[in-house]
């Protein structure tokens, strides 16, 4: 590994390149151990991926705004670190594959000359805020939610309290009750709103996918925008506090609400923002400035598939004389040389700003209407006028066995299948029917957001009577977006073969084509579960497996389980000594947070640093503790109410945060856990020296 040294005039985020690559200096050399390492480099965006000795790196781009610039700089450093091919996330982010681990901080310092961030792109953080596309254009938005979303990124951004959470948490803005945002399935979701001429939101939490996929709760009717970004700080505190931390597959947010209760987790709401720091953010209403090119125009005359791709790809915008492309991205993958041909058309022909969609599309925004023939002529030339935005063709899923280590199935083949029996078998009725959403995953994570398709498909395996595997797909029926914070969750129908998808797409179109229904929800309710059921059974039986089954989509092999190890979280190291270190590292962040009169910041350290010092102790006797408020009670019961150590009021000391706002009273909590951690070190050294006399 070459030494490595940025030129940024960042210094913080030039401190942050540094240490990866730090870290992956004592990586190598063996100084810190695989699981430690992980922590780190998944906050910085850089994950595993199914091949070894590569990894993915993610992208952040919040609420999916970019620019030329950024565009052409992304696909610079694709082509020279990795494949030079893009891959759009349903989290409107871009990752690229097979990266030289090595090489990521060189890669991150090229990404941030133009303020491109990997920074918590991964992990147990705050993830990518994601946002309605449309947002800024859209005719029917209460109010553009973008410069709140911009807010929330940059707010939360190396925030102290997120970057150790026990598990992640995922942010969305709807800019009307249509909810394109999505927010019924996330942590936390923002609904614009507008109330006798004052602007907040509708606020949901605790929704989210998965083998449990949740409905969010309503946490307030209404908020004002200003208080979005205090509430948004009292519940990363509370879930921070109090989250899971020992069962990753019970570590969301939704899972601790549904434990606790939600009038219980709203007074626990209620209590926390009357001692945060910040108890109002005012939200400036930022007017995103459209200049708009001048540009001599060569006289070219529309054909009719120009005529055609317009009625479903040119989206009217609320300013007037100007239209959005909208680009239909096939499973969100692209190459390099298709993003600089984008770049240069949106320099060229429009206001120069881009959005990844939540469906893994793109949008072109600002072109003003004598230039879209030209636009569509030149994406003619990138082969990126392919027909379907937002129609049934327009299939959704993620990289599967790609590249991911929790894939089953091969996401990608099995959605160019169905797309072929789309095209080919059903191009009619979609004239006479509402288009059908239909979303792949590779596991039952739900990166493909299977979960709220009207049809989902899920990779998973089944067995024949001798015990050869066979690649296996969950149908899953009935998912969808309802509106205004609500959502269908779609149900797990029946397990099929694999190959046998096309078939089972085949026999749920053709009963809904025989159908009164022109929705395909209302269909499904209709019939109900059952039916579909009973109507897909015998694509199940696999008492006489025909050989292809035995063969994943696209694969010339004999399909075989190969999972990996799931990345989505860093892992909490059990390590007495390490814990030691963490706290030593919290105390120092906590000095240098002082030094800067941040009083938030230091008090947040403070109290990390004595959960992380009571951890230590309690797992050097053998204690596991499932969250950090379940540390602090179980500390209290064995050491300081025994009497093993005597800690003046150690409970308050370590929820001072829950009681009090900071202020510049926390130079003298510094002190006192300075002291704290001092004791706690000193009575670790007796039991050392007490067992070693023993053992003499």
Avoid at 168 to 189: E, Q, Y
Wanted: aromatic share 8%.
């Amino acid at each position: 590994m070459q030494s490595f040294r940025t030129e940024l005039e960042n210094p913080v985020v030039e401190r942050d390149i540094i240490e990866l690559e730090h870290k992956i200096r004592q990586f190598h050399t063996g100084k810190i151990d695989e699981e430690s390492f992980r922590t780190l480099r998944l906050a910085r965006g850089v994950y595993g991926q199914r091949q070894p000795g590569v990894q993915m790196i993610r992208i952040k781009i919040p609420y999916g705004k970019l620019n030329a610039r950024k565009l052409e700089r992304i696909a610079a450093v694709s082509d020279e670190y990795s494949t030079g091919l893009l891959h759009i996330t349903t989290r409107q982010d871009i990752q690229i594959h097979h990266v030289s681990l090595d090489r990521t901080p060189e890669l991150w310092a090229e990404l941030e000359k133009d303020e491109i961030t990997l920074r918590e792109a991964c992990g147990n953080t705050v993830r990518n805020v994601t946002a309605s596309a449309l947002s800024g254009i859209d005719p029917e938005e209460v109010f553009d939610i973008r410069p709140h979303a911009e807010a929330v990124f940059k707010y939360f951004l190396r925030n102290p309290m997120c970057q150790e959470m026990g598990r992640k948490i995922k942010i969305a803005f709807s800019n009307n009750a249509n909810d394109n945002g999505l927010t019924f399935m996330h942590d936390l979701g923002f609904i614009a709103k507008d109330q006798n001429g004052i602007k907040g939101f509708k606020v949901m939490v605790a929704g989210g996918l998965g083998s449990q996929s949740r409905q969010a709760d309503v946490l307030y009717d209404f908020l004002e925008t200003d208080k979005v970004i205090p509430l948004v700080e009292a519940v990363l505190r509370l879930f921070e506090r109090y989250g899971e931390r020992k069962n990753r597959m019970k570590a969301r947010l939704k899972f601790w609400v549904k434990a606790i209760g939600f009038e219980a987790f709203q007074k626990l709401v209620n209590q926390e923002l009357r001692v945060i720091p910040v108890t109002t953010f005012p939200i400036p209403e930022l007017e995103f400035q459209i200049s708009i090119p001048s540009v001599t125009l060569d006289s070219e005359v529309p054909g009719p598939e120009f005529e055609q791709w317009k009625k479903s790809h040119i989206i009217p915008q609320k300013q007037e004389g100007l239209f959005a492309a909208a680009l239909r991205i096939r499973l969100g993958n692209f190459t390099t040389d298709q993003a600089r041909g984008l770049a240069a058309i949106a320099r060229k022909y429009t206001g120069d700003e881009l959005t990844f969609t939540v469906d893994q599309n793109l949008l072109i925004r600002h072109i003003p209407k004598d230039r879209l023939v030209h636009v569509y002529n030149e994406l003619a030339t990138l082969n990126l006028v392919d027909f379907g935005y937002g129609t049934s063709l327009d299939i959704t899923a993620c990289p599967g066995t790609d590249t991911c280590n929790l894939g089953i199935a091969n996401t990608t083949s099995a959605s160019n299948a169905l797309e072929e029996i789309l095209r080919n078998e059903y191009n009619e009725l979609w004239k006479s029917k509402e288009h059908v959403s239909i979303k792949l995953s590779g596991c039952m994570n739900s990166c493909g957001q299977h979960m709220i398709a009207n049809i989902g498909f899920q990779g998973m395996s089944m067995k024949a009577k001798d015990g050869r595997v066979i690649p296996a797909s969950q149908i899953l029926i009935g998912g969808g977006v309802l509106g205004d914070g609500q959502g269908a969750f779609a149900d797990k129908v029946i397990k099929i073969p694999s190959k046998r998808s096309g078939d089972a797409l085949r026999w749920i179109l053709d009963a809904f084509a025989e159908s009164a229904s022109r929705n395909f929800l209302e269909f499904y309710q209709e019939k109900g579960e059952n039916f579909f059921y009973q109507l897909l059974k015998p694509l199940a039986d696999i008492e006489h497996p025909e050989d292809a089954l035995f063969f994943d989509w696209g694969q010339e092999e004999l399909y075989e389980k190969e999972i990996g190890v799931g990345e989505c979280a860093g892992v909490v190291i059990d390590l007495v000594a390490t814990l030691f270190v963490e706290a030593e590292e919290k105390l120092a962040l906590m000095q240098e947070a002082l030094e800067q009169r941040l009083w938030a910041d230091a008090q947040f350290h403070g109290y990390s640093a004595v959960v992380q010092a009571s951890k230590a102790l309690l797992i050097a006797e053998g204690k596991r503790t499932n969250s950090h408020a379940a540390i602090i009670n179980q500390f209290e019961e064995e050491f300081i109410k025994t009497g093993e150590l005597t800690v003046s009021n150690y409970e308050g000391l370590a929820l001072r945060m829950a009681v009090d706002r900071a202020d510049v009273s926390v130079l003298v909590y510094a002190k006192e856990v300075e002291a704290f951690y001092l004791s706690v070190v000193q009575f670790r050294k007796n039991q050392l020296e007490k067992r070693h006399e023993t053992i003499a």
